[in-house]
Nanobody, 126 residues
Framework: HVQLVESGGGSVQAGGSLRLSCVAS????????MGWFRQAPGKQREGVAL????????RYADSVKGRFTISQDDAKSTLYLQMDSLKPEDTGMYYC????????????????????WGQGTQVTVS
């Protein structure tokens, strides 16, 4: 199965940008539905963005639409999350996730739809 390792987190001022990366090994990411989730202290893990197989259609949480962009490079087996116009409420641990099926297109989606997870990378916006 696929193994995932995130990087790119850090501390940034409000209005700034970060790009997160998630390198996959053990399998090709084009076989998976890939997603980014985040979790703030004391809160549930929430979906941020997902992209369907082979860089297909993408979906975003309402809170990040127009500010975040999910993409993938199959040749590098890497998933990205470009985060612009960051806000303090974007602070949290960001996780990369993968699933061979993923959520039903157009339906609700959550962490339960994903089977494989990275260890996370911290994003702090002040």
């Amino acid at each position: 199965h696929v193994q995932l390792v995130e990087s790119g987190g850090g501390s940034v001022q409000a209005g700034g940008s970060l790009r997160l990366s998630c390198v996959a090994s053990g399998d090709t990411i084009s076989r998976y539905c890939m997603g980014w989730f985040r979790q703030a202290p004391g809160k549930q893990r929430e979906g941020v963005a997902l992209i369907y197989y082979g860089g297909g259609s993408a979906r975003y949480a309402d809170s990040v639409k127009g500010r975040f962009t999910i993409s993938q490079d199959d040749a590098k087996s890497t998933l990205y999350l470009q985060m612009d116009s960051l806000k303090p409420e974007d602070t949290g641990m960001y996780y990369c996730a993968a699933d061979s099926v993923g959520p039903i297109p157009g339906g609700a989606w959550s962490a339960e739809d994903f089977s494989y997870w990275g260890q996370g990378t911290q994003v702090t916006v002040s």
